[in-house]
């Protein structure tokens, strides 16, 4: 059985204007160790995703259905004092910015002393080592001098590896990492990517990365999930998505990379931009800015518009679209005619 | 080297007498920055700057030295990219191009005259020829003015003779030029999504159909499928107008795909300039190959970034020599005692590191 499996996870925001859908029909399963990339662009609900997995929602915002089953227990629905025997124990998170998640007042091995305590029944000398312990791991340099520093003491990078120090304290089976290296320059972010990935394997720890960054994504995670205005629209292991990305926005979104296109010439672009959630589209909410809503005979496609489509396999990945339906079943249908 | 030797080397096979013939002026450059140096007091005001030491009133004081000696020039029709990690002093080579700070020393000289001493009434037929497009396009549109007033303000400040109709019929073209549909000229800002402000954003700067185009990181703020729109718009714009552009961003992708040169800035100096293929395809300074090496590449499945040691130093207490020497791994005893200077290789690039001068790297 997965260490994490999430079933029609269905999240709303109760708003003056009405219910708005953040999340709809989300389902993934995360094993021991694995690492799992959740990938869109802003306002397609991957953040709203990682905060609800540990009910971190906050109001208006709530979950309206669905189930997180973790290590066998159902994790909505259960009381508050229990989720926080989970939050930052077994499971534990890193956010975007390392000075919002730090407490500018108290010194770094204060922190990590805290948060030991928090869980455990410790004494603080024996907690202190292990904070040291976690903070040598992190390949922090001379890191006694940091425990008595605060955290504006350190750079941005350093306080990234304290945040990740943090996140490692508890040996948590899971680790959700949003937006991790967003904030940090580009030598600073391999430097920090790469440590992450390191512990997660030397220590077994399951990572679920969200980014819109597809290059960390395919660098760091097994799996991925591509998610557009509240939905997963394409699922599958990371390197046969981006080898051949089968939705037409993840497409998409691979050709609008520099890197994909020769020097000088006109990028693919996508046209349009996401719709915001208040105001999705009928049927596939992506068929305003997709091209394939028309067939290559260039009749219309009237479910696009009409019906959101269900998921389909397509070797190990789920797609989420009319096209790749039909194209499937046209090549189910000449194999059947075949003798 | 002297600054005036280093726009020599960039053309060498060019004689020195022809620069002056007009068929060549294509050749000469738009834009020259000599030894370019800024500096930020930190100190504040006289009485904030007195100290006690020793019994003793004395001064002190502390600078951020965000430029320290920068050479650059930019030809006609080119897109050169300078690209750096934040507090490299990128977008402060890019502001006081613009006349938006005042430089602490040096020159800068645009089509052969120098500008960074004019007057603001001087300067005004310039700032006609060079525009700018900033990085935040939620707080570069002042929130209370219609699309309309936004783009009708520099078409007035620089063409006082136009009548209301030729001011109108200019702000509908350069609003089609971009994409944005002329009718929504009484919209406001908050109306439009980032994509569509930045596009905003830049039929702001074309409305006074300018020469050259300082864009600072007009990307950086916007979803990867709008990143693409807007590049192409940019890159449109500069085969329609033949647009020169310095381009300030640090997403070295972009870079590949959109400059002609590179420059890459550490700490306040640059360490290589070169033609983008060969920057790409052979990076010589250490810093630049450390840079490169750091980008996630969809291709390879584990990153192998060149691993720096240290953090970057504060450009308040800059380190002695090379900025870069407490970083690298090949630096010597001279690279902590002497600054190195941009040198001209054979490939066409120029790099500022002793172990490439002396040829160990």
């Not at chain 1, 997995?53 to 259960?78: C, H, M, T, V, W």
């Not at chain 2, 020599?8 to 022809?18: C, G, I, L, S, V």
């Not at chain 2, 990085?135 to 570069?140: G, L």
């Not at chain 2, 750091?294 to 130093?313: K, N, W």
Request: hydrophobic share 40%.
């Amino acid at each position: 059985m997965a260490l994490l499996e999430v079933r029609d996870l269905d999240v709303r925001f109760a708003l003056r204007q009405g219910e708005v859908r953040a999340l709809r029909n989300i389902n993934f399963t995360l094993d021991r160790g694995e690492r799992l990339g959740l990938v869109g662009e802003s306002g397609a609900g991957k953040s709203v995703a990682a905060f609800s997995l540990l009910n971190l929602i906050a109001k208006p915002g709530y979950i309206a259905g669905g189930s997180i089953r973790f290590d066998g227990q159902e994790l909505i629905g259960l009381g508050e004092r229990r989720l926080r025997r989970i939050r930052g124990n077994r499971v534990s998170m890193i956010f975007q910015d390392p000075m919002m998640t730090l407490n500018p007042v108290l010194t770094i091995g204060e922190q990590m002393v805290e948060c030991l305590k928090a869980h455990r029944r410790i004494a603080s000398r024996e907690a202190r080592a292990i904070a040291l312990h976690k903070l040598q791991q992190v390949q922090i340099p001379s890191p006694e001098t940091r425990l008595d520093q605060y955290p504006h003491e350190l750079s941005g990078g350093m306080r990234q590896r304290v945040i990740i120090a943090i996140a490692l304290l508890l040996d948590p089976d899971i680790i959700i990492a949003d937006e991790p290296t967003t904030a940090l320059d580009v030598t600073i972010q391999a430097e920090i990517m790469t440590l992450l990935l390191e512990l997660c394997e030397k220590h077994n720890v399951g990572l679920i990365l969200i980014t819109h960054d597809l290059g960390v994504v395919s660098q760091v995670t097994q799996r991925m999930l591509v998610m557009y205005a509240g939905r997963v629209i394409e699922a599958g292991p990371t390197r046969e998505i981006i080898n051949d990305p089968q939705h037409p926005y993840t497409q998409g979104l691979m050709n609008a990379l520099p890197q994909m296109a020769t020097p000088g010439s006109h990028l693919n672009q996508i046209r349009g931009s996401m719709p915001p959630l208040s105001q999705l589209p009928s049927g596939c909410a992506f068929h305003p800015r997709c091209d394939f809503v028309t067939r290559a005979d260039g009749s219309e496609r009237p479910a696009c518009s009409r019906q959101v489509p269900d998921f389909v396999a397509s070797g190990n990945c789920r797609v989420a679209c009319h096209m790749v339906a039909e194209m499937l079943a046209q090549e189910a249908a000449t194999e059947e005619d075949r003798p | 080297m002297t600054a005036q030797a280093l726009s020599h080397t960039e053309t060498p096979t060019e004689p020195r007498r022809q620069a002056a013939r007009p068929s060549d002026q294509e050749n000469a450059p738009l834009l020259e920055i000599r030894g370019l140096r800024k500096r930020f007091d930190l100190s504040g005001d006289f009485l904030e700057q007195l100290r006690f030491k020793g019994g003793r009133l004395v001064r002190h004081q502390e600078f951020v030295h965000a430029i320290n000696g920068v050479d650059l020039s930019i030809r006609r029709g080119e897109a050169l990219c300078v690209v750096g990690e934040s507090g490299c002093g990128k977008s402060t080579v890019a502001r006081t191009v613009m006349g938006l700070l005042s430089p602490s020393a040096g020159e800068i000289h645009y089509d052969g005259t120098r500008i960074d001493d004019l007057s603001p009434k001087a300067l005004l037929p310039y700032r006609k020829r060079m525009q700018m497009i900033f990085q935040n396009p939620y707080a570069s549109l002042n929130p209370r003015m219609t699309i309309q007033q936004t783009l009708e303000e520099p078409i007035r400040l620089h063409h006082p003779d136009w009548d209301r109709e030729r001011v109108t019929a200019k702000v509908r073209e350069v609003m089609a030029s971009v994409g944005i549909d002329p009718e929504w000229g009484a919209r406001f800002g908050h109306e439009f999504s980032g994509g569509q402000r930045q596009r905003i954003a830049i039929a702001r700067a074309l409305a006074v159909d300018p020469e050259f185009i300082v864009a600072d990181e007009p990307i950086s703020a916007l979803d990867v499928s709008i990143q693409a729109q807007v590049l192409n718009l940019l890159m449109d714009a500069q085969q329609e107008r033949h647009l020169t552009y310095l381009f300030i961003t640090h997403d070295l992708a972009v870079v590949e795909h959109f400059g002609t040169r590179v420059a890459v800035m550490y700490l306040g100096t640059v360490c290589e300039v070169a033609p983008t293929r060969t920057l790409f395809a052979t990076p010589r300074h250490p810093y630049t190959q450390a840079l490169l090496s750091a980008i996630p590449r969809l291709e390879d499945d584990r990153p192998q970034p060149i691993r720096l040691t240290g953090e970057v130093p504060t450009p308040v207490n800059l380190p002695s020599g090379c900025v870069f020497h407490g970083r690298c791994p090949h630096a010597e005893a001279r690279c902590r005692r002497e600054v190195p200077r941009l040198v001209a290789q054979a490939d066409g690039s120029q790099v500022a590191c002793h172990g490439v001068e002396e040829g160990r790297l």
